[in-house]
């Protein structure tokens, strides 16, 4: 069982920066894909970034490219999420999530095959 705990939320300008964090217990961190998802209020789950097991390959959402930046230290079980440039649209809580995967170079994008989750950390961007 893999617990998550996201920080690094809170309540940013708009053009500003956040750096979230998850730190991961309970399991091997390196044999996960990491994720990171977003829910705004009254919208549905969707992915932002993700990052494979050896950390070499990321994704991004197209809202996000050139802005976030996703890193794992798998010595210190952690996976980061670097926001640049915040928009209010970027205002939701967000939420990280592990995927375990044979394959070190995949990347995953999609919600359900994830198999831990976080409690989230709210980001709040204002204009």
């Known amino acids: 069982q893999v617990q998550l705990v996201e920080s690094g939320g809170g309540l940013v300008q708009a053009g500003g920066s956040l750096r979230l964090s998850c730190a991961a217990s309970?399991?091997?961190?390196?044999?996960?894909?990491m994720g990171w998802f977003r829910q705004a209020p009254g919208k549905e789950r969707e992915f932002v970034s993700a990052?494979?097991?050896?950390?070499?390959?990321?994704a991004y959402a197209d809202s996000v490219k050139g802005r976030f930046t996703i890193s794992r230290d798998n010595a210190r079980n952690t996976v980061f999420l670097q926001m640049n440039a915040l928009k209010p649209e970027d205002t939701a809580v967000y939420y990280c999530?592990?995927?375990?995967?044979?394959?070190?170079?995949?990347?995953?994008?999609?919600?359900?095959?994830?198999?831990?989750w976080g409690q989230g950390t709210q980001v709040t961007v204002s204009s």
């Open positions: 999530a592990a995927d375990w995967k044979l394959n070190t170079m995949v990347v995953t994008s999609t919600p359900a095959e994830y198999d831990y």
């Open positions: 990052i494979s097991r050896s950390g070499s390959n990321q």
């Open positions: 309970g399991g091997t961190f390196s044999r996960y894909v």
